[in-house]
């Protein structure tokens, strides 16, 4: 399975940057065919993004989905209307969203059903707080987040990614250890397979200040496959050296 590197520009860049952050990445991708890339821009920049990626090996995905398929929802971006600009994936369940949102396990399973049926895949993104690690619940927690989605998209439940994304780890430049990264994965992926018979082709990704010193290391544990990157995705030599060591 090829790895995916995705790069979450949260609320970051403008025109400008966006558009010579991605001619940098472009120009450095020569000979790095060997994974799947995906840029998550802030919504008002997907299509713009989209239409300059077009024909390249770059996807394009949202940071966020409404469950509703349209109506009067101020400020919401329906799944029908990213796919439309040119998303196919989209984030579901960031920390920052459950946080600052308040988003719920039940919310984001629904959010991952709404892509799924226009098309988009959602990276269900779970993790654990500090907290919760330091009180011995991180299983317990990544279990009870993936058991929601799980749940929602029902049979569908290979075309989602997962990502594991430890809260404490999210731009607080801490990492998890591959060691610590892999034994939560590893508990995902067994989740995974009691619920599908193709639990191996869902893609895993960490994400928690992953960068392009930590990233070889990390990507060679066996079931971290791929990266969902934050503060690195908007340096294109930081990216580029991730996408590197996630060749095949
Ligand atoms: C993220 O936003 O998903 C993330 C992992 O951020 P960072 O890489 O900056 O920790």
């Not at 065919?33 to 239409?51: K, R």
Request: hydrophobic share 45%; proline share 3%.
């Amino acid at each position: 399975m090829k790895k995916l590197i995705a790069g979450n520009w949260k609320m970051n860049g403008d025109n400008a940057s966006n558009a010579s952050l991605l001619d940098a990445i472009l120009n450095g991708l020569t000979g790095l065919d060997g994974c799947d890339i995906l840029v998550c821009p802030p919504s008002l920049y997907v299509a713009t993004v989209a239409q300059r990626l077009n024909g390249t090996p770059i996807a394009v995905g949202a940071q966020d989905v409404s469950i509703q398929e349209k109506g009067a929802f101020t400020g919401e971006n329906s799944a029908g209307m990213l796919r439309d600009v040119g998303a196919s994936y989209v984030l579901v369940g960031h920390s920052e969203r459950r946080q600052y949102h308040h988003e719920t396990d039940n919310l984001v399973g629904e959010k991952a059903q709404a892509a799924l049926a226009k098309g988009v895949t959602p990276i269900v993104c779970i993790g654990e707080t500090l907290a919760e690690r330091e009180a011995g619940e991180t299983n317990a927690v990544v279990k009870r987040q993936l058991a929601a989605a799980v749940h929602a998209v029902g049979h569908c439940v290979s075309e989602i990614v997962v990502a594991y994304e430890p809260v404490w780890a999210i731009g607080t430049g801490k990492t998890a250890t591959p060691e610590q990264a892999q034994a939560v994965h590893a508990v995902i992926r067994a989740q995974l397979a009691a619920a599908t018979p193709n639990a191996t082709r869902i893609k895993i990704l960490y994400g928690g200040s992953m960068n392009a010193a930590n990233a070889a290391q990390l990507l060679a544990q066996p079931d971290i496959d791929g990266g969902l990157i934050g503060g690195a995705a908007l340096k294109a030599d930081d990216f580029l050296t991730i996408v590197r060591a996630a060749q095949n």
